[in-house]
């Protein structure tokens, strides 16, 4: 049974930092690409970030470019985000996705997606 688990969101201050990560099971994780995207109260999912199956090749939006760091390591099956100088409108339910031989950022192209850990910043 493949699963993705979020944890490490909660409340902080803007221009505070999180960490947030992503559990793997039940697949190939070391395989896969994998995502982070988020989802506001009211707006659509947004892409956010991605990796390759290495950890060598990342990408960002430009919404949290120079703010936001993805990596993984594969021998935990995990892969993480570390977001900085964060600002009230990077309040949203962020989620961890896996897109198996796609190097994609829409998130039709993801093939399992985890249950979304909230991020509230405070102003």
């Known amino acids: 049974q493949v699963q993705l688990v979020e944890s490490g969101g909660g409340l902080v201050q803007a221009g505070g930092s999180l960490r947030l990560s992503c559990a793997a099971s039940?697949?190939?994780?070391?395989?896969?690409?994998m995502g982070w995207f988020r989802r506001a109260p009211g707006k659509e999912r947004e892409f956010l970030a991605r990796?390759?199956?290495?950890?060598?090749?990342?990408i960002y939006a430009d919404a949290v470019k120079g703010r936001c760091t993805i990596s993984r390591d594969n021998a935990k099956n995990t892969v993480y985000l570390q977001m900085n100088s964060l600002k009230p409108e990077d309040t949203a339910d962020y989620y961890c996705?896996?897109?198996?031989?796609?190097?994609?950022?829409?998130?039709?192209?993801?093939?399992?997606w985890g249950q979304g850990t909230q991020v509230t910043v405070s102003s």
């Open positions: 996705a896996a897109a198996n031989g796609r190097w994609t950022a829409a998130a039709t192209d993801y093939k399992y």
């Open positions: 990796i390759n199956w290495s950890g060598m090749i990342t």
């Open positions: 039940g697949y190939t994780f070391s395989t896969y690409t």
